[in-house]
């Protein structure tokens, strides 16, 4: 599986962004979806998640009720009320398996290229 992940750019706080991740290959494969985030000097960091077929999300404490993400190909990350402190580069990524924890970026088997989101304060 191929990812192609876009939509990022600068944004002001309180602003809104939606980021697109479109799958090619095998998605047949894709047990599942999920987003993460990383700033510089930091390991990567989970933001959202979505189970394939059952369509269940799970987001992490910092953009619940902010973030959502959309079953799809693409799928969607839509960041509302945007702060500074989500300042980071965005990856998406997909996981062929239940094995491991859906929340560890080791768990995930193909990697998009990444897309800066700057939040301005």
């Known amino acids: 599986v191929q990812l192609q992940a876009s939509g990022g750019g600068l944004v002001q706080a309180g602003g809104s962004l939606r980021l697109s991740c479109t799958a090619t290959g095998r998605t047949f494969e894709i047990y599942g979806w999920g987003w993460f985030r990383q700033t510089p000097g930091k390991e990567r960091e989970f933001v959202a998640a979505?189970?394939?077929?059952?369509s269940s999300t799970f987001y992490s404490d910092s953009v619940k009720g902010r973030f959502t993400i959309s079953r799809g190909n693409p799928v969607y990350l839509s960041m509302n009320s945007l702060k500074p402190e989500d300042t980071a580069v965005y990856f998406c990524?997909?996981?062929?398996?239940?094995?491991?924890?859906?929340?560890?970026?080791?768990?995930?088997?193909?990697w998009g290229q990444g897309t800066l989101v700057t939040v301005s304060s």
């Open positions: 979505i189970h394939w077929r059952t």
């Open positions: 990524a997909t996981r062929y398996g239940a094995r491991g924890s859906l929340f560890s970026a080791q768990t995930y088997d193909s």
